[in-house]
């Protein structure tokens, strides 16, 4: 759980504690968008961390490959946070920031890529949904402690101290974070017993059995699972990237609110999506995985729109928050039980793979927004073009989970691999 919660402060911390500072790092010239496309390189780094590192994690072990993984996303952050300023390197400040993102999005793939399945190996059954939620709620507190860590240090040092300095500090913060996680994995967290005879599996297969691996995900025997998860997730990340990123863009440089207003506005809404995220976890273990990822999906396609709508025009802080809390909790909230569902429908010879690669993989095109937005806005209106985000991303969530297992209580009442074996039939 914490480890999610380290691994989520070095996403999120460029969404909210570079944008104060853009100016003073990249110069005057920097367009409008370096921000986004500083966000998008650890976006597109990601995808490549899951493929890679899930299939280390599933032949050499997932405590090892979290070890690595963190300690490369510490280096990246502590290289973010000594990166001269536009002063010094001109236009290669922005670009030696992109591929210090990119390189991180890799690790930090890396990490939930081993980290997550084995969390779920050591879960028992009626826990797994919890854990789940529990785990994955760790983003969005990972989002609110980034945005009143922000609101704090702009209180406490002011805008032209803190775009000097201030964001360093963060970075270095968080690369301390992944230093001492690293520590305790290394004492103290070893490979469930299934992943261990999973491994012994991969690397020993029967003669006629394909290798384990990204083939058969994406045209073996695993295929129907892979893609069935990629609908579902590629809705998802549209939901977060139009209800967390887009929003805070906008609400930036739209709303009424004030630049120190739209962190707390953040941290508020991250709050309440944390706590139903969680709850959300556990709820698919009493009532099945597919029936609440549904409900879920069509409740965001249908009131999202409305309630994103209503946050962009908010009229005070306090009611910007509330609605933006709303926003979150009807819409990305239905990530609690991702966590469970991906390890569930892998078995432990591919499930590092699958679940990298599912989560992964399908935030690809959500990711390009910075390109396709624009594009779309003199056809569909600024604002609706981001309205029509979200009805996409919880339809899709909708019909992913439709083409997925039923996955009820009782058939969740099982070990992993029992439950990957039945859900593939």
């Not at 990711?367 to 003199?378: G, N, T, W």
């Not at 009782?410 to 992993?416: G, S």
Request: hydrophobic share 55%; proline share 6%.
């Amino acid at each position: 759980v914490v480890g999610n919660l380290i691994d989520n402060i070095h996403v999120f911390l460029p969404v909210t504690a570079l944008a104060p500072a853009m100016l003073v790092i990249a110069g005057p010239s920097a367009t409008a968008s370096a921000g986004a496309l500083i966000i998008v390189a650890m976006l597109l780094g990601r995808p490549v961390g899951g493929v890679v590192f899930g299939r280390i994690a599933d032949r050499m072990g997932r405590t090892r490959t979290t070890r690595l993984a963190i300690g490369g996303t510490a280096v990246c952050a502590l290289a973010i946070a000594v990166v001269p300023t536009h002063e010094v390197l001109g236009a290669g400040t922005v670009a030696l920031v992109l591929v210090l993102r990119f390189l991180g999005g890799i690790f930090v793939a890396g990490e939930y890529s081993a980290a997550i399945p084995l969390a779920m190996e050591w879960s028992t059954p009626r826990r797994r949904g919890l854990m789940s939620g529990l785990i994955l709620s760790m983003a969005p507190w990972a989002q609110a402690s980034i945005a009143f860590a922000v609101a704090m240090l702009l209180a406490a040092l002011g805008p032209e101290q803190y775009a000097v300095w201030g964001w360093r500090a963060l970075f270095v913060a968080g690369a301390a974070l992944s230093l001492g996680m690293m520590l305790y994995y290394r004492r103290h967290v070893v490979d469930a017993p299934l992943h261990e005879s999973g491994a012994r599996e991969a690397d020993s297969p029967a003669p006629s059995a394909p290798r384990p691996g990204l083939r058969s995900l994406l045209g073996g025997r695993w295929a129907s699972a892979f893609w069935t998860a990629f609908v579902l997730m590629t809705g998802l990340w549209l939901l977060t990237d139009s209800t967390v990123l887009l929003l805070t863009a906008r609400l930036g440089t739209d709303s009424r609110l004030s630049p120190e207003a739209v962190p707390l506005v953040m941290g508020a809404a991250a709050i309440a999506q944390a706590l139903v995220m969680a709850l959300a976890g556990h709820l698919s273990s009493l009532v099945g995985r597919r029936r609440l990822l549904v409900v879920w999906g069509a409740v965001a396609g249908l009131l999202g729109p409305v309630l994103w709508w209503a946050a962009a025009h908010a009229p005070s802080l306090a009611v910007a928050a509330l609605l933006a809390a709303l926003l979150q909790v009807a819409t990305v909230s239905a990530y609690g039980p991702i966590a469970a569902y991906l390890s569930e429908r892998f078995p432990a010879t591919v499930r590092s793979t699958g679940y990298g690669s599912a989560y992964s993989l399908s935030l690809v095109l959500p990711a390009l927004y910075p390109f396709y937005v624009p594009a779309l806005e003199p056809w569909l209106g600024r604002h609706t073009t981001v309205m029509a985000m979200v009805a996409l991303g919880g339809l899709l969530v909708v019909v992913g989970a439709l083409l997925g297992p039923r996955l009820s209580p009782r058939d969740l009442d099982a070990e992993l691999d029992e439950v990957a074996v039945r859900s593939a039939r």
